[in-house]
């Protein structure tokens, strides 16, 4: 029954997604890239719940019912600032995907690949929660692989952030 359930949320918001995709008058893209449909579902699995919970917070919501992201709150729609999150993680996850090609530690792989490497796998991970793990150890990777171009001396420092989305090297 829980599988049901969230089969059905993912379809839901694919749907959702879908919708305002291609309702707005141009494509999305990221560095020349389509995004795909799938790719942010993915994404829009991931703050599905954290999306409901600030609504439900902000506008004292005890149920979200059937029509919960069709509603407008407060002039604010569910789905629009879902798909407005899972864009921003999205933009995030390739921003770190390119800087890791750029810098050799990884190959670039479109979404496909991602996917039939987290498929061949067999992790008991989700999609997101895989592409996030794989995105966390080309962090690390990527801030090691500066430090050691960009040496800090004693008086100056490296501070790296991935804070919507940008690599800022301070030093």
Request: aromatic letters at 10%.
């Amino acid at each position: 029954m829980k599988k049901k359930i969230i089969i059905l949320n993912s379809f839901l918001i694919g749907a959702i997604f879908v919708l305002v995709i291609f309702t707005t008058s141009q494509q999305s893209m990221i560095n020349n890239e389509a995004i795909q449909v799938e790719e942010l579902i993915v994404y829009g699995d991931k703050n599905m719940n954290r999306v409901a919970k600030q609504f439900s917070d902000q506008n004292n919501l005890t149920s979200f019912g059937k029509n919960f992201w069709r509603k407008t709150y407060n002039g604010k729609s569910p789905a629009q600032e879902l798909l407005k999150v899972a864009m921003e993680d999205l933009v995030q996850h390739k921003m770190i995907r390119q800087l890791a090609t750029e810098l050799e530690i990884a190959h670039s792989q479109t979404f496909g690949q991602e996917k039939k490497e987290w498929q061949d796998q067999k992790s008991s991970l989700t999609l997101w929660q895989f592409l996030d793990a794989k995105d966390q150890q080309l962090q690390d990777q990527i801030k090691e692989k500066l430090m050691e171009k960009e040496k800090p001396t004693h008086e100056s420092g490296c501070v790296f952030s991935f804070s919507e989305q940008v690599l800022f090297v301070i030093g």
